[in-house]
């Protein structure tokens, strides 16, 4: 049972002065409420100061918890006033409005029922009017922690319907912007061209069969604005976003926004990936095994074991071709007996032909010249600021403690954008050497007959990435090449 209020007006009379205190005064504050709702930390103290002065209360600390949300418990100050409470150092706790305590109900009652009630502290609002001390007062209690989760309830509800128009509407919806790009005033990204030109390279990179670990390596050498990692280059390869799409809780919406690569490259990639998460750590037994993606779905396609008795005794084995999908039913991809499959693949490999869709021109030099020139002018801005913080420090203007950050910011950004620059020379002077590429090809014809299985096994995955089976049991090779 909560104290009465005659008991506590008696309790904290006895306590003013003491080596303890009395009451707790505890507000809270998260960044959305402080700027939507008006419950700033400095009104709450002001008014529960001036509710415990009406009261004749003296004694009084406060318990304040800036930024923290009220769905969690777990609090600092919260906490910290949870531990008076149980060393029986607080006679009542005195909170602006009952939501400010927890916005849950069953976080509410617990404090309320479990814990105050149970070491006899008395709580108080300084803007509701109940009283503890009686039955009505404690259903009153529980009603409005009811409604103290309803409305977090709505407006989360709110936001989440804000921002699913803002994405129908093709409108960023996002709190920050994928790299590569920046919102504008209307709420469309628009592509930052120097980081556009990393998320293309990105993307060919790991097509082109490099790891994520040594991807975000590169990267991490040509930008200062992300912190660039694995983790950070898996998110970005599966990025609807680069192709013109905004994808909100599985829902994919047209953006307003220019894409920065192709659905063709994107869907490289993704073919990349599953590619690669089905060999992970395993190779398998079979000639093309962890090599074949189905061209209907993309989801990986495995060799299928099956066993079958016939009537006169003898056990028959059969090992098929089939997308994994289709064996859940997700699926309208055909299976295939394994050597069909293998047997075009060893054709394709044995009649190819260096074309250009094998080994494609290099990227029109006109565009790439454009890049370097925007590279060089972002490179002779940066070396200006420089020089005029390093100018300003030399004449006494400013001290050199107040620019030494500003100054080393600048100089990594300097050497990313040098290390762009030096990556666009190199593949402007890079050449292709078509009868270097051509003689491999004819080795492997001419050796292929005399290959053990393993050593074919070996060349195959020397030579392609990626095999694509069709339902009209056509394949097509990605090659490594």
Known sequence: MYPSRDSLDARCLRGAGSAGFVIALYERVSTEEQSVHGFSLDAQKERLEAYCQSQGWADFEHFTDDGYSGTSMDRPALQRLLGCVERGQVEAVVVYKLDRLGRKQKDVLFLLEDVFDRHEVAFKSATEPFDTSTPLGRAMLGILAVFGQLERDTIIERTKFGLQQR????????????????????????????????????????????????????????????????????????RRTYVGALVMKGREFAGR??????????????????????????????????????????????????????????????????????RRGDCNSHSFAHRQIEELVIQNILCIKLTEDLWPLPADPKQAENHLRALQDELDQLTAQRDRLVDAVQT??????????????????????????????????????????????????????????????????????????????????????
């Open 167 to 238: 994405a129908r509407r093709g409108l960023w919806h996002g709190a920050s912007y994928p790299f590569g790009y920046q919102m504008n005033e209307q709420g469309i990204l628009e592509i930052i061209p120097d980081e556009a030109a990393l998320v293309r390279e990105v993307f060919a990179k790991f097509i082109a069969g490099e790891s994520r670990r040594s991807i975000a390596n590169w990267l991490a050498k040509r930008t200062t604005n992300r912190y660039v990692d694995p983790t950070f280059i898996l998110k970005l390869i599966e």
């Open 257 to 326: 926004h220019e894409p920065i690569i192709d659905e063709e490259t994107f869907r490289a990639a993704q073919l990349e990936l599953n590619r690669r998460l089905a060999r992970r750590g395993v190779r398998g037994p079979y000639l093309l095994s962890g090599l074949l993606t189905c061209a209907v779905c993309g989801a990986p396609v495995h060799y299928v074991t099956t066993r079958q008795k016939k009537a006169n005794g003898k056990v028959y084995t059969y090992v098929r071709v089939v997308c994994r999908n289709k």
């Open 396 to 481: 006494g203007e400013l001290p050199v403690g107040l620019v030494r950050d500003r100054l080393e910011k600048l100089e990594q950004s300097r050497q990313a954008v040098l290390l762009q620059i030096e990556d666009g020379i190199a593949r402007q002077g890079t050449e292709r050497d078509d009868t270097q590429v051509e003689g491999t090809f004819h080795s492997v014809r001419s050796l292929w007959d005399d290959l053990t299985f393993a050593e074919r096994q070996q060349i195959i995955r020397l030579l392609i990435r990626n095999i694509r089976v069709f339902p009209d049991k056509q394949v097509a090779l990605e090659w490594n090449v």
